[in-house]
């Protein structure tokens, strides 16, 4: 710790009574969630010298961070911190500000010193070298447990005392109860409403919205948009992907991959356009997006492919010769154009460039990967703490901010938990 700081305050050890009805602990600092944002957040408090405590509600934490490893864990990206900070939208002049902070470099720097080597892809994506969440997971909750953090599990919160304590429901197995926790400091990272069965239900709402706070409704982002399909395209084309294409709306532009759903569309080429589709879901009641299946080619050169001889082939066979077309677009193009327009090579070549496909409507909030909304940023200081109760810090997805997939999401975790423990660790210093 920096010598030339004030010495922080050290309380003695909490006691830890038999929990039941009524019982009541202090700490230092109560950090409320167990996910990214709250054991960073214990982290760097507990690294000052601070008395930490995480109190979670499921059986175990870092739930929803092992669901977000699936497949491989996207800590954040490489790109240059400008890009980067513009991809969080209306939230992207505040996030840049905390970046500055704490950076994808940091993020790097940090799994590094847990031994986690991290490896940035093809598409600039950054990931553990080895792909999995449980590798990092494991070795941050070791190096918690010896800076002397304790994590409390099935510990709901249920908000305030009268007096302004914590109150939690106790479900272990034992008497269970109530729980009540005084701290001079309180950290809450309880996340947004995406994957409620990883703990981030936004049952806290009512809590906040008690208090005065502004809170902006919670809805879908990083979802899945819905359209019906007709039984015969689906047959085939169901969990087929649509790779390389680049998607519009408006001003709105993603390129990437979408794969075909029973209900619609999803992917992040369709992410991208998160809060755009939202938008004009909310004017129109629908949305049409404009697919570019081939954007690394002009409508001219489309047609002048398209204009050759098709001979005995199929249409199929024509358009994966000529145009490089898989089967699953030569199946999208027979559902949404008319028989007619297979035709004529320019208006082909012109459909492939510009397809029009209609979104009826998003995917439940349950299922998304995200979500938009929570506590207004207006509401918070440049330490994360809410103006309206002193010594309360948010972080995470808490906070009314979103981000496409591809790291994003991870790091603004990350880092707005980081910044929430310097609030903290200044706020005790006070």
Same mark, same amino acid.
């Given at each position: 710790?920096?010598?030339?700081?004030?010495?922080?305050?050290? =309380?003695?050890?909490?006691?830890?009574?038999?929990?039941?009805?009524?019982?009541?602990? +202090?700490?230092?600092?109560?950090?409320?969630?167990?996910?990214?944002?709250?054991?960073?957040?214990?982290?760097?408090?507990?690294? =000052?010298?601070?008395?930490?405590?995480?109190?979670?509600?499921?059986?175990?934490?870092?739930? #929803?961070?092992?669901?977000? /490893?699936?497949?491989?864990?996207?800590?954040?990206?490489?790109?240059?911190?400008?890009?980067?900070?513009?991809?969080?939208?209306?939230?992207?002049?505040?996030?840049?500000?905390?970046?500055?902070?704490?950076?994808?470099?940091?993020?790097?720097?940090?799994?590094?010193?847990?031994?986690?080597?991290?490896?940035?892809?093809?598409?600039?994506?950054?990931?553990? $070298?080895?792909? #999995?969440?449980?590798?990092?997971?494991?070795?941050?909750?070791?190096?918690?447990?010896?800076?002397?953090?304790?994590?409390?599990?099935?510990?709901? %919160?249920?908000?305030? &005392?009268?007096?302004?304590?914590?109150?939690?429901?106790?479900?272990?197995? /034992?008497?269970?109860?109530?729980?009540?926790?005084?701290?001079?400091?309180?950290?809450?990272?309880?996340?947004?409403?995406?994957?409620?069965?990883?703990?981030?239900?936004?049952?806290?709402?009512?809590?906040?919205?008690?208090?005065?706070?502004?809170?902006?409704?919670?809805?879908?982002?990083?979802?899945?948009?819905?359209?019906? %399909?007709? +039984?015969?395209?689906?047959?085939?084309?169901?969990?087929?992907?649509?790779?390389?294409?680049?998607?519009?709306?408006?001003?709105?532009?993603?390129?990437?991959?979408?794969?075909?759903?029973?209900?619609?569309?999803?992917?992040?080429?369709?992410?991208?356009?998160?809060?755009?589709?939202?938008?004009?879901?909310?004017?129109?009641?629908?949305?049409?997006?404009?697919?570019?299946?081939?954007?690394?080619?002009?409508?001219?050169?489309?047609?002048?492919?398209? +204009?050759?001889?098709?001979?005995?082939?199929?249409?199929? &066979?024509?358009?994966? #010769?000529?145009?490089?077309?898989?089967?699953?677009?030569?199946?999208?193009? $027979?559902?949404?154009?008319?028989?007619?327009?297979?035709?004529?090579?320019?208006?082909?070549?012109? +459909?492939? #460039?510009?397809?029009?496909?209609?979104?009826? /409507?998003?995917?439940?909030?349950?299922?998304?990967?995200?979500?938009?909304?929570?506590?207004?940023?207006?509401?918070?200081?440049?330490?994360?703490?809410?103006?309206?109760?002193?010594? &309360?810090?948010?972080? /995470?997805?808490?906070?009314?901010?979103?981000?496409?997939?591809?790291?994003?999401?991870?790091?603004?975790?990350?880092?707005?938990?980081?910044?929430?423990?310097?609030?903290?660790?200044?706020?005790?210093?006070?």
């Amino acid at each position: 710790m920096d010598r030339c700081r004030p010495a922080l305050p050290r =309380s003695p050890a909490p006691q830890r009574p038999r929990v039941g009805y009524g019982v009541a602990m +202090a700490v230092q600092v109560a950090i409320v969630g167990g996910g990214p944002a709250g054991l960073m957040a214990a982290q760097v408090c507990a690294e =000052s010298g601070l008395r930490v405590e995480v109190f979670e509600a499921m059986p175990a934490p870092g739930r #929803k961070f092992l669901v977000a /490893g699936h497949g491989g864990l996207n800590l954040t990206h490489s790109e240059a911190l400008p890009r980067f900070a513009a991809r969080y939208g209306d939230a992207a002049a505040w996030m840049g500000g905390l970046l500055a902070r704490w950076s994808p470099d940091d993020l790097r720097a940090w799994a590094h010193g847990l031994g986690v080597e991290t490896v940035v892809g093809s598409s600039g994506r950054v990931f553990p $070298r080895d792909f #999995k969440a449980a590798t990092l997971l494991r070795a941050w909750l070791d190096h918690l447990r010896s800076l002397g953090v304790v994590i409390h599990v099935r510990r709901r %919160w249920l908000g305030w &005392t009268s007096t302004g304590g914590l109150r939690f429901a106790v479900s272990d197995g /034992g008497d269970g109860g109530e729980l009540g926790v005084d701290a001079p400091a309180t950290i809450l990272a309880l996340g947004g409403a995406s994957w409620p069965q990883t703990g981030s239900d936004a049952g806290w709402t009512g809590q906040v919205v008690g208090r005065g706070i502004a809170l902006s409704q919670f809805t879908p982002a990083n979802c899945g948009g819905e359209r019906p %399909w007709s +039984a015969v395209f689906l047959e085939k084309a169901e969990g087929q992907p649509l790779k390389n294409i680049a998607v519009a709306l408006g001003a709105a532009r993603g390129r990437g991959e979408l794969v075909v759903t029973r209900t619609g569309l999803e992917g992040g080429a369709l992410y991208a356009l998160g809060p755009a589709l939202r938008a004009e879901l909310r004017r129109h009641g629908h949305a049409e997006l404009r697919l570019d299946l081939k954007p690394d080619l002009t409508a001219t050169q489309l047609a002048q492919r398209l +204009a050759r001889p098709r001979g005995g082939a199929s249409w199929s &066979t024509h358009l994966r #010769k000529q145009a490089g077309l898989t089967p699953v677009m030569t199946l999208l193009l $027979r559902e949404v154009l008319p028989a007619e327009a297979f035709a004529d090579p320019v208006a082909l070549a012109t +459909a492939i #460039k510009d397809l029009a496909v209609a979104i009826t /409507g998003l995917r439940p909030l349950g299922e998304a990967i995200s979500s938009a909304g929570g506590i207004a940023l207006s509401e918070v200081d440049d330490q994360l703490m809410l103006r309206r109760l002193p010594g &309360t810090f948010v972080a /995470g997805e808490m906070l009314d901010w979103e981000a496409p997939t591809g790291g994003y999401l991870l790091q603004g975790c990350f880092t707005t938990g980081h910044v929430a423990g310097e609030g903290a660790i200044a706020w005790m210093r006070r």
